[in-house]
């Protein structure tokens, strides 16, 4: 069974930035498509943004030109840089493979995640 292990997330003000990073048990290049989401108090999951094995990269909507997602296949490691941080950016952040041209994760098992929080 595939494991996520997330980490990289704290309190930062709104404007801040963080690393998070997501070290996964199985290859990734393997995998195919990663991607992270993430789940804010009393809500669903959401998917936040995705990369292929040629680093191919899309975004959802509310984080397009502030957050990167880039992959380390060698280390089997992703990695989500956030930036210009927003209050509603809270939450614990997820990752998972991604089934090719969707948003849907490949795998029901997750990680712990990785909180963050914005806030002045």
């Known amino acids: 069974q595939v494991q996520f292990v997330e980490s990289g997330g704290g309190t930062v003000e709104p404007g801040g930035s963080l690393r998070l990073s997501c070290v996964v048990s199985s290859s990734i290049f393997s995998i195919g498509v990663m991607g992270w989401y993430r789940q804010a108090p009393g809500d669903q999951r959401e998917w936040v943004a995705s990369?292929?094995?040629?680093?191919?990269?899309d975004y959802a909507d509310s984080v397009k030109g502030r957050f990167v997602i880039t992959r380390d296949n060698s280390k089997n490691t992703v990695y989500l840089r956030v930036n210009n941080l927003k209050p509603e950016d809270s939450g614990i952040y997820y990752c998972?493979?991604?089934?090719?041209?969707?948003?849907?994760?490949?795998?029901?098992?997750w990680g712990q995640g990785t909180q963050v929080t914005v806030s002045s």
């Open positions: 990369i292929s094995t040629g680093h191919l990269t």
């Open positions: 998972n493979g991604v089934q090719r041209s969707t948003t849907t994760p490949v795998f029901d098992s």
